[in-house]
């Protein structure tokens, strides 16, 4: 059967989501399609829909009314009012963790990742596309379920209501004890001082279409502590460490574990499911070192829109590229990887982004935590 076909007799008909469809936004709902932006130089700007085209991995458009169905399905371990999608087992079996990259750490269940925030364990997924982000969030325990939707990829909302729920109804301390550390945990912590950088891009591609590298992130050892994402962890276990005092990770997490070969040399941080490698400790002598031909980088040349009046202007000169923004000084791109640079002066990066076809369709201009996009004109 068809997956479309599947589900939409299997779980869209019997949960009543009647306005919930896979792919293309069905011609009756066309006009009730809300309207996403993305925020760049103080100004919001109305983005087209977009589509993945990974059918069946996404794609699937809904209102919050269908979503709050599917929500009630889940809290019913598999009912929804008279009609049984899942069997009680299947059901509890999807909600249970089934990995953890460490047996002290928050996993994934299936379709879903683990959280634990003000004493609740529950299991969660979020998404995005350009103008528009999500989160769907689950506490079995309590029979709870939360869905927010937002028409800004990057606005940050989800995580916020999500922590004014949590705290008006489930209130905690969240106070961190921490476990103190036995002798023989008296190590060196500088083995776990570096670089590090999130799993989240591609591997195994050559600088996959969307061709973006995370920045690096430093962790720091101190006397008796790290620090990092402006916090300090004390180690309790070996290759475990928790968080000093008060806060929590976004998912959250009070505790983050290190992975280690067999010679002993620490390899990644691991928080939650995400897995964060530590860079070589030469990785910036690596990149300003790369070598990109110039049929490449000549690719890159042209002008793009990143607003209205506003644009990007690559150049080459000599084997290097330069870039001017409206308005603002020359400067130049140091390159990471193939079709990622660094601007040192502005403390950014530029990633330039092909289609299937190998063509530069825009670049993705990362500003003090801001991602902006602006399409190849010229």
Not at 64 to 83: C, I, N, P
Not at 148 to 157: D, V, Y
Not at 173 to 189: F, H
């Amino acid at each position: 059967m068809d997956f479309r076909e599947y589900l939409n007799r299997n779980i869209f008909k019997p949960l009543e989501m009647n306005r919930t469809s896979i792919t293309a936004v069905p011609q009756q709902f066309q006009s009730d399609l809300a309207t996403g932006y993305e925020y760049a130089r103080d100004n919001y700007r109305p983005l087209g829909f977009e589509y993945f085209h990974t059918y069946p991995a996404s794609d699937i458009n809904s209102t919050v009314t269908d979503m709050a169905h599917f929500m009630l399905a889940h809290l019913e371990v598999g009912r929804y009012g008279k009609t049984r999608i899942l069997s009680e087992r299947a059901a509890r079996d999807m909600h249970r963790q089934h990995f953890a990259n460490h047996p002290r750490l928050l996993g994934f269940a299936y379709g879903f990742f683990e959280n634990r925030q003000n004493g609740l364990r529950a299991i969660e997924h979020g998404g995005s596309m350009d103008g528009f982000s999500t989160l769907l969030y689950l506490s079995p325990e309590k029979r709870l379920g939360i869905f927010i939707a937002a028409n800004r990829e990057t606005s940050g909302l989800q995580e916020r209501v999500k922590s004014k729920i949590l705290n008006r109804y489930f209130p905690t301390e969240n106070k961190t004890e921490i476990a103190q550390p036995q002798a023989q945990l008296q190590e060196r912590l500088d083995r776990f001082a570096g670089k590090y950088r999130g799993d989240f891009y591609c591997h195994t591609c050559k600088e996959s279409a969307r061709g973006y590298v995370p920045p690096a992130f430093d962790i720091k050892a101190n006397d008796g502590t790290i620090s990092f994402w402006g916090g300090e962890w004390k180690q309790i276990e070996p290759l475990l460490f928790q968080l000093v005092g008060e806060g929590q990770l976004d998912n959250g997490e009070t505790v983050v574990a290190f992975r280690e070969d067999r010679n002993g040399q620490i390899t990644a941080m691991l928080n939650g499911t995400v897995v964060n490698e530590k860079l070589p400790s030469d990785a910036t002598q690596q990149a300003a070192t790369i070598n990109i031909s110039p049929q490449i980088l000549n690719a890159y040349v042209g002008e793009y829109e990143i607003a209205p009046n506003q644009r990007i202007t690559i150049t080459l000169e000599g084997n290097n590229l330069m870039g001017v923004m409206t308005g603002q000084p020359k400067i130049g791109l140091s390159p990471v990887t193939e079709t990622s640079f660094t601007v040192k002066e502005a403390d950014a990066k530029i990633n330039f982004v092909k289609d299937e076809q190998g063509r530069i369709t825009h670049l993705i201009l990362i500003l003090n935590g801001e991602e902006m996009r602006a399409k190849k004109i010229k």
